[in-house]
């Protein structure tokens, strides 16, 4: 347990402290964007690649509350969600995303940016792996796992504040009127009566996500060596 609590630290420094701080920039300025962008890639991946390996060897032997069958439920609904999110992030440009700085380059781009999933939250990547995280905590409450999945729940819903804060910083007035049409929780913006909900920007996003859950139910033994109950 203390390995992993080691290696939650160590995934969450190396990714916070790094991208949302001042220390990105500072790098970038040394070394440039793209060398930064390798570099941090790497830390990211064998960081997170190393804490993945280490939740698979554990055992599981201390349980904060035992598996009950109707807390399987709650993965099995909200990785719908979570797979839209997921799925759907990708159908629409999102300023926040690497790369995508230029979606805001004209008021007609904000208001297509604002679209689709990002209706819903401007962070449909970091809010789907909050959803599969706090879900699969949830049904799961073995220490083990308990240390894991907040470590994403951390990594994700601070993350999605720093981006928030480094877009800002670094899109400066181009990023306020996204911000003002979206929100970061999710259906914020639309229950504040920013934004409106379209059910048929989410056609597609929808019948995507759902084909990507029915992969991960089917194939989640094969991912993640325990079968669905």
């Keep these: 347990m203390g390995a992993l609590l080691i290696a939650a630290l160590v995934?969450?420094?190396?990714?916070?402290?790094?991208?949302?701080?001042?220390?990105?920039g500072q790098l970038v300025s040394r070394i440039g964007e793209q060398a930064y962008l390798g570099v941090y890639s790497v830390i990211t991946?064998?960081?997170m690649g190393y804490f993945i390996?280490?939740?698979?060897?554990?055992?599981?032997?201390?349980?904060?509350?035992?598996?009950?069958?109707?807390l399987y439920w709650v993965p099995k609904i909200l990785m719908v969600v979570a797979c839209v999110l997921l799925v759907g992030g990708f159908m629409v440009k999102n300023p926040t995303s690497v790369g995508q700085e230029?979606?805001?380059?004209?008021?007609?781009?904000?208001?297509a940016a604002a679209?689709?999933?990002n209706r819903i939250t401007r962070h449909p990547f970091q809010w789907s792996v909050?959803?599969?995280?706090a879900s699969h905590l949830v049904a799961n409450g073995d220490t083990v796992s308990v240390v894991f999945f907040t470590a994403f729940i951390l990594l994700s819903g601070i993350g999605?504040?720093?981006l928030d804060a480094k877009k800002q910083a670094t899109l400066g007035e181009a990023f306020t009127p996204f911000a003002a049409l979206t929100s970061n929780l999710p259906f914020?913006?639309?229950?504040?009566?920013?934004?409106?909900?379209?059910?048929?920007?989410?056609?597609?996003?929808?019948?995507?996500?759902?084909?990507?859950?029915?992969?991960?139910?089917?194939?989640?033994e094969w991912l993640s060596g325990v079968g669905i109950y």
């Design 53 to 70: 390996w280490l939740y698979g060897e554990l055992p599981r032997l201390d349980y904060l509350w035992f598996p009950d069958p109707m």
């Design 188 to 220: 914020g913006a639309i229950l504040a009566g920013r934004n409106k909900l379209v059910l048929g920007e989410l056609l597609l996003p929808l019948a995507a996500g759902i084909v990507v859950y029915l992969g991960f139910y089917f194939g989640h």
């Design 160 to 162: 999605s504040l720093s």
């Design 130 to 133: 909050i959803l599969w995280a």
């Design 11 to 24: 995934l969450l420094v190396t990714h916070l402290g790094i991208s949302g701080t001042g220390l990105r």
């Design 102 to 111: 230029g979606a805001l380059d004209s008021p007609e781009s904000v208001t």
């Design 115 to 117: 679209t689709g999933v």
């Design 45 to 47: 991946l064998a960081s």
